[in-house]
C-alpha cells in the first residue's frame, strides 16, 4: 500500500513486560514522527527523525521509551516495563520534505496499547 | 508554549446541513493541517493549508496566518462526515505538531 503502516494494531500487556511497536512510513518520507494519543485527547508530539538521525526526543516521557530508524525506513518505538499509565494509541507519522518547510505529515493508523 | 483552542467543542448537525469549525493559534506558524479523525481512530488529512483557502468537494479552508486562525467549512453534511477533527500547527522555525482540542462532529440520518 502507499500509506503510513503500523504493527500490531493492538497490543495487551501486562504490568511490566517490554513492547515494541513497529512503523513503515511512504516510501521516500524523510520525516518520522511519533505521537501518543490518550483517550480523548489530541496527539501529542513524542519524537523525530529525520532519516536515521533522531533529533528530537523531547516528548518522550520516561527514560523507559526508546525509538530506533536504523536504516532511515522502517522505526520501532520501544516501551519498557510497561506502566498502565503507558496505554494509548501511539501514532506515527511520515513527511517528504525537510520538515521546516512545506511538511504535510501522513498518519498510520496507531498501535492501540493497553496495559494491565 | 502555544496554544491551540478549537470551536465548537461539540457539534451535532442533520444530513444536508452545513458549518464551520474554527482553530484559533497563539502564535505564528508556518505549517497548519485539519485532519478528520474518523470512528476507527485514522486520522485523514483534509488540508495542508498554512496560509491562504482551499477546496476539495464539500469540504473547504481558509488560514488567515496573520490574524492567527483558520476555519474548515463542511456543506452538505454526510453522516461519514461523523468524528473529531482537529487543526494541528507548527511554529515558524519547528516541526512539532501541536495538536488543537478537537472538535466532535456528529451528523445524524
Known amino acids: 500500500g502507499a500509506g503510513v503502516s503500523q504493527s500490531p494494531r493492538y497490543k495487551v500487556a501486562k504490568r511490566g513486560q517490554d513492547v515494541a511497536l513497529r512503523c513503515d512510513p511512504i516510501s521516500g518520507h524523510v520525516s518520522l514522527f511519533w505521537y501518543q494519543q490518550a483517550l480523548g485527547q489530541g496527539p501529542e508530539f513524542l519524537t523525530y527523525?529525520?532519516?536515521?538521525?533522531?533529533?528530537?526526543k523531547s516528548g518522550l516521557p520516561s527514560d523507559r521509551f526508546f525509538a530506533e530508524r536504523p536504516e532511515g525506513s522502517v522505526s520501532t518505538l520501544k516501551i519498557q516495563r510497561t506502566q498502565q499509565e503507558d496505554s494509548a494509541v501511539y501514532l506515527c507519522?511520515?513527511?517528504?520534505?525537510?520538515?521546516?518547510?512545506?511538511?504535510?505529515?501522513?498518519f498510520g493508523p496507531g498501535t492501540r496499547l493497553t496495559v494491565l | 508554549g502555544i496554544q491551540v483552542e478549537q470551536s465548537p467543542p461539540d457539534l451535532i448537525l442533520q444530513e444536508g446541513a452545513n458549518s464551520t469549525l474554527r482553530c484559533n493559534f497563539s502564535d505564528s506558524v508556518n505549517n497548519l493541517q485539519w485532519f478528520h479523525q474518523n470512528p476507527w481512530g485514522q486520522l485523514i488529512n483534509l488540508f495542508y493549508?498554512?496560509?491562504g483557502t482551499k477546496q476539495n468537494g464539500r469540504l473547504s479552508a481558509t488560514t488567515v496566518a496573520t490574524e492567527r486562525y483558520s476555519l474548515l467549512y463542511i456543506s452538505s453534511s454526510q453522516t461519514t462526515d461523523s468524528g473529531v477533527y482537529f487543526c494541528?500547527?507548527?511554529?515558524?522555525?519547528?516541526?512539532?505538531?501541536?495538536f488543537g482540542t478537537g472538535t466532535r462532529l456528529k451528523v445524524l440520518a
Open positions: 507519522a511520515s513527511s517528504f520534505s525537510h520538515p521546516y518547510a512545506y511538511n504535510e505529515q501522513f
Open positions: 494541528a500547527v507548527a511554529l515558524s522555525g519547528t516541526y512539532k505538531y501541536i
Open positions: 527523525f529525520q532519516n536515521e538521525a533522531q533529533l528530537d
Open positions: 493549508i498554512p496560509s
